[in-house]
């Protein structure tokens, strides 16, 4: 059984603290348990109401109202079309089923999740959301790690049977792109997904994995030859800075194509001219459609 603060609630569900703090007091929706030293926590069950009314809340529902409803008619309100925001709907059901560990719910909703909107538009509505939600990728600080390695080894496995399902698109460039992420860095679902688009849309790619060492790529690159490097960090745990980092890819490889993307693009305050950036989801996309 996890356990949750309050500052773990209001960046799970989106609800600030202190308005969580009236709502119990009001309406006594929530009742949080109390440590020795008074301060509140939250369990598995408190989290998945909590996210529910949130659910609600966010969907035009008016806390008075969802304060009168009992726990079962919350839940059955949340699982029907009055929820206007289906992305919503399905973010939540993720994190209730990561929250219980609960394997066969989590892939029965992915599945209906790749149904309803395509693979690319329930990574970039749904996924990623939900991963950045309970802070599973692109994000520092693990609010729930068990949870992280519980969905993330469940999405990677998706991704890679969605990849191996493609068919061998015609080439359409003469790009060939190097896909890995350097050592002690170890959030591989952005290069797995960056090697499904370039699989998808025809742009040759190597994928090297996570965690490789300066000449482990060295060697790489002399054999395979690429046009570009791409590489996604969430920290950089590196002996480098980030600039100090960057510096030392783009001198390395100066006819080659650096991209860059992550929570760590936030930090480099150099451009080398062979340096490109994606600083958002929707770049990261584009790269991988087009390269």
């Keep these: 059984m996890n356990t949750f603060s309050i500052r773990d609630i209001e960046n799970l569900s989106g609800i600030k603290a202190h308005t969580l703090r009236i709502w119990e007091q009001r309406y006594h929706i929530f009742q949080p348990k109390r440590k020795a030293s008074k301060h509140r926590f939250y369990d598995n069950e408190d989290l998945k109401q ?23 008619q919350i839940k059955e309100l949340t699982l029907s079309h009055h929820i206007s925001n289906p992305y919503d709907l399905f973010i939540t059901q993720l994190v209730e089923a990561s929250v219980d560990f609960d394997q066969e719910r989590f892939e029965k909703i992915f599945h209906n999740i790749i149904l309803y909107f395509g693979f690319e ?14 802070g599973l990728l692109w994000v520092t600080g693990n609010i729930v790690p068990a949870q992280e390695h519980f969905a993330s080894n469940i999405i990677r496995k998706k ?15 003469h790009k060939k792109v190097i896909i890995f992420a350097p050592q002690e860095e170890h959030h591989e679902l952005p290069l797995l997904l960056m090697q499904y688009l370039m699989k998808k849309n025809g742009i040759t790619n190597v994928y090297l994995g996570t965690g490789k060492s300066w000449n482990d790529l060295h060697d790489y690159v002399e054999i395979l030859k690429p046009t570009h490097l791409y590489c996604h960090i969430v920290t950089n745990l590196t002996e480098f800075s980030s600039d100090e980092l960057v510096r030392k890819l783009c001198e390395n490889y100066p006819d080659l194509q650096i991209v860059l993307s992550g929570p760590f693009v936030t930090q480099i305050t150099i451009l080398p001219k062979n340096l490109l950036l994606l600083n958002s989801l929707d770049e990261i996309l584009e790269f991988g459609r087009n390269g």
């Design 121 to 134: 538009k329930s990574f970039l509505y749904v996924v990623y959301p939900f991963l950045v939600k309970i």
């Design 50 to 72: 909590i996210l529910r009314v949130s659910l609600l809340y966010h969907n035009g529902y008016k806390i008075s109202r969802i304060a009168a409803l009992k726990e079962d």
């Design 159 to 173: 991704i890679i049977l969605a990849t191996d399902g493609l068919e061998n698109a015609k080439v359409q460039t």
